[in-house]
């Protein structure tokens, strides 16, 4: 399931030079940073910045054009499967398979993890709890609304018992009594020793969760900072992104 505990170093991820090219497109650009064991990292800037690309990249998803990122120790490029192994990813478009129910789905996920029947068997039960799946875990996915879809990604995410969680866009299609879950969650596993990389367009979660955050525009990491209010990082990001647009309507030119 997890790779093995001995001789761990602070870092939990170390992305060096990380740059991705799209054709002509230069969506992340020369990225270094080093994630450390038990944060709570917020990853922001506007629409375009390069936060998906670079998690794509964390994960395994998008092979980067040059540079490197390393997942407890490992190269994602040239030891995927362990690098993998200690991830959980939470993209911001759930996608199940409309035919497998929840619980089937769980299933399947336990078993590319090659994790034992009784184990999965163990944490989905705990899993349907937690998010109150219990009472349509059981259905086909193809009847889940988008909020019902979030919940069995997020479960199975943390099937595996992963030291990574790796988030995009947490809170998209959740209800405020999920939203609320789910930082309860988040905190939960970062005060367990956990890891968390959480892209996030909402500055109000960043501000109440993270430890520590991460501005990013045009693909360049800007600057981190220690935690701040909505406030501060709405000021941060204007700035970074040249300040706010005038509103105006056409009768007022």
């Known amino acids: 399931m997890n790779s093995d505990t001995t001789n761990k170093t602070s870092k939990i991820i170390e992305m060096t030079g990380l740059t991705k090219r799209f054709g002509k497109t230069l ?32 994960t395994g998803l998008v092979k980067p054009t040059s540079g490197s990122v390393e997942v407890d120790g490992h190269d994602v490029q040239s030891e995927p499967e362990k690098a993998k ?7 911001d478009t759930p996608y199940l398979y409309d035919r497998l129910t929840g619980r089937e789905f769980l299933d399947l996920v336990g078993g590319l993890y090659d994790m034992p029947k009784a184990a999965v068997e163990s944490r989905i039960e705990w899993l349907f709890e937690l998010f109150g799946i219990e009472g349509w875990g059981d259905d086909f996915a193809g009847e889940y609304s988008h909020g019902m879809r979030q919940k069995i ?4 995410a943390l099937l595996h018992d992963p030291e990574l969680i790796v988030i995009d866009e947490p809170m998209v299609g959740l209800d ?6 789910v ?14 990389f959480m892209s996030t367009h909402t500055l109000s979660v960043a501000a109440e969760l993270c430890t520590r955050i991460g501005l990013i525009s045009k ?5 981190t900072l220690p935690t701040a209010s909505s406030e501060e990082l709405e000021r941060r990001i204007l700035k970074i992104t040249g300040g706010e647009r005038k509103v105006f309507f056409p009768e007022d030119k």
């Open 153 to 156: 990604v997020m479960a199975s």
């Open 183 to 196: 930082k309860d969650v988040l905190i939960e596993l970062v005060s367990r020793g956990k890891t968390v």
């Open 85 to 91: 192994s200690v991830i959980g990813y939470i993209p």
């Open 176 to 181: 405020p009594q999920s939203q609320r879950l």
């Open 27 to 58: 969506a992340v650009d020369s990225l270094d940073l080093t994630i450390d064991r038990g944060e709570l990292f917020g990853f922001l800037g506007p629409n375009g910045a390069g936060k998906t690309t670079t998690i794509k990249m964390i």
């Open 219 to 223: 693909g360049k990491l800007m600057e």
